[in-house]
């Protein structure tokens, strides 16, 4: 089941992706190891979870299966230390403080951490994130950081305004031209996201079923 849903979800984004610059993130928060590896048997190396005390289990699970591991839901301060130790990517870096710590607790002999700015893309206030007029001030202060890499940005836009957000991050993406990957659009809106610069997709449902 798993792993035909994998392929139709791959399917479909090889059907609008024409550059071939799409990497689907499978979203496993709340899934149990067992369903991961089901789809890492079906090829998916790149997941994504929200939860940082269940990710954490699941790291230790699957370990030894080189998989590329990205944390995606809210930053609390003290859960920076255990995120900047364990994953290849954060997504949802969404103020500098977060950023710093981030940084401060990369371990030395782990690869520089990829970082993505979490854009709050409609100024939504039950959204965190940076607003579109801070950014100009905020990217800067990325380059005193030695152990983390800033690549470029990430947006959970509004349902009822998905399309133009979409357009807005492009046009964003298009302006900062030294960042190379934009993370955007789910389930019900990834080939949208893709025709707009999409890089990362992150998909749970159409992968592992809903959520309990």
């Known amino acids: 089941m798993i792993s035909e849903n994998l392929k139709?979800?791959?399917n479909r984004i090889n059907a609008?992706?024409?550059?071939?610059q799409a990497t689907l993130i499978a979203v496993s928060k709340t899934k149990p190891a067992a369903d991961l590896q089901y789809a890492i048997d079906a090829g998916q190396r790149h997941f994504g979870e929200n939860y940082l005390q269940e990710a954490l289990e699941k790291i230790q699970t699957l370990k030894?299966?080189?998989l590329t591991w990205h944390f995606i839901g809210p930053i609390?301060?003290?859960?920076?230390?255990?995120?900047?130790?364990?994953f290849d990517w954060v997504h949802s870096v969404d103020r500098l403080k977060i950023a710093k710590r981030l940084n401060d607790q990369r371990p030395?002999?782990?690869p520089k951490l990829n970082?993505?700015?979490?854009?709050n893309i409609d100024n939504?206030?039950?959204?965190?994130?940076?607003?579109?007029?801070?950014?100009?001030e905020i990217i800067p202060q990325f380059e005193n950081l030695q152990n983390i890499v800033l690549r470029g940005f990430m947006c959970i836009p509004s349902p009822d305004n998905t399309q133009q957000s979409?357009?807005?991050?492009?046009?964003?993406?298009?302006?900062?031209?030294?960042?190379?990957?934009?993370?955007?659009?789910?389930?019900?809106?990834?080939?949208?996201a893709i025709k707009n610069g999409a890089t990362f997709v992150r998909i749970g449902s159409d992968i592992f079923g809903n959520r309990a």
């Not at 609008?16 to 071939?20: G, I, R």
């Open 16 to 20: 609008v992706d024409s550059k071939k």
């Open 108 to 110: 030395n002999n782990l």
């Open 76 to 86: 609390q301060s003290n859960k920076t230390a255990k995120i900047a130790q364990n």
């Open 124 to 136: 939504e206030a039950s959204k965190s994130g940076v607003l579109v007029d801070e950014i100009d």
């Open 115 to 119: 970082v993505l700015l979490q854009i």
């Open 8 to 10: 139709n979800v791959q």
């Open 166 to 192: 979409f357009i807005k991050m492009a046009e964003i993406q298009k302006k900062y031209l030294r960042f190379d990957t934009l993370s955007m659009g789910m389930s019900n809106d990834f080939e949208l």
């Open 64 to 66: 030894g299966q080189a």
